[in-house]
């Protein structure tokens, strides 16, 4: 205010600053000019590091991509290559039976063969086969197709296995389906599969 108040007066009274007051101005304006020029080269350097980073980034997450649709592709290439073996020896099964003197015990070897390389190659890929007959009947694990009365078994047994069950790894695969004893008619008067057992 004190200089708005100085440019009213008339130039009598007002008062000269000193020589170096306008030379001062003219330094720091030097200075913030080579500040804004160091500012904005580092502004330029830093944009430049994060568009490269994005790229980089960018490329990272497309590489991951296809590598990701590769492997959901081509996963069970192993597998499948383990059982065209099979599948020949399976061929060769079904050919050597066709033939007028087939002998049979030969086609049974062959079969029991095949049957053999089957369970190697379920066993590289760590499928295990679920075969619960004696066992306690399991829900998470066996299907019931139906129960019966035995007075051999402990009722919610497994008396037979209709079709095996396969895990792979933890994973239930496949329930083994079965079926189940149950106390005969005159002891357990509900005659129902326990399926918490």
Do not use: C
Request: proline content about 4%.
């Amino acid at each position: 205010m004190a200089d708005a108040d100085q440019d009213k007066r008339p130039e009598s009274e007002q008062v000269e600053q000193p020589e170096g007051a306008e030379a001062a101005p003219a330094k720091d304006t030097a200075q913030l000019e080579q500040e804004l020029a160091e500012a904005r080269e580092k502004a330029d350097e830093n944009w430049n590091q994060f568009l490269r980073a994005r790229a980089e980034l960018d490329n990272t997450r497309r590489r991951a991509e296809r590598e990701l649709e590769q492997a959901q592709k081509y996963a069970v290439e192993k597998f499948a290559n383990e059982m065209l073996s099979v599948k020949d020896s399976l061929e060769m099964g079904v050919a050597a039976s066709q033939e007028a003197d087939a002998d049979i015990v030969k086609v049974r070897e062959g079969l029991e063969l095949t049957l053999k390389m089957l369970r190697q190659a379920l066993e590289r890929f760590e499928v295990v086969e679920v075969n619960p007959l004696g066992e306690r009947f399991d829900p998470a694990r066996h299907e019931a197709m139906a129960a019966q009365e035995s007075q051999e078994q402990e009722a919610n047994t497994v008396l037979h296995v209709v079709q095996k069950g396969y895990m792979l790894h933890d994973r239930l695969l496949r329930p083994a389906m079965v079926i189940v004893a149950k106390a005969p008619s005159g002891g357990n008067a509900s005659g129902s599969i326990d399926e918490q057992a």
